[in-house]
């Protein structure tokens, strides 16, 4: 399966973006979709995820009520609308596709495959 991350860019704090991730090579619909981020110097943190259906989602606390993650199993995408960007929401955001349900997929186990990202920079 690749993953096709897109939508990161300049913003300024308040404001909102849309990250896509498009998927190929595999049957999207088999696996749970998420969004993980790496800030620069920290490590790589769990964003959100979400079941195979899209009836179950998960956010870290640092994103709940701000951002929220769907997918679109006929369009072999998922999305994070990203809502009152923070300074510290600056980050490379990677897309994952993993196989371990979404509690699993929160705490990084069997995520199979990986983006490569897009730069989200939100400026104060």
């Known amino acids: 399966v690749q993953l096709q991350a897109s939508g990161g860019g300049l913003v300024q704090a308040g404001g909102s973006l849309r990250l896509s991730c498009a998927a190929s090579?595999?049957?999207?619909?088999?696996?749970?979709m998420g969004w993980l981020r790496q800030a620069r110097g920290k490590e790589r943190e769990f964003v959100a995820g979400?079941?195979?259906?899209?009836?179950?989602?998960s956010y870290a606390d640092s994103v709940k009520d701000r951002f929220i993650i769907s997918r679109n199993n006929a369009g072999n995408t998922v999305y994070l609308q990203i809502n009152n960007l923070k300074p510290e929401d600056t980050a490379v955001y990677y897309c994952?596709?993993?196989?371990?349900?979404?509690?699993?997929?929160?705490?990084?186990?069997?995520?199979?495959?990986w983006g490569k990202g897009t730069l989200v920079t939100v400026s104060s």
């Open positions: 994952a596709a993993g196989t371990a349900g979404v509690s699993g997929f929160r705490v990084g186990v069997g995520i199979k495959y």
């Open positions: 090579g595999g049957t999207f619909s088999n696996y749970i």
């Open positions: 979400i079941s195979q259906s899209g009836g179950a989602t």
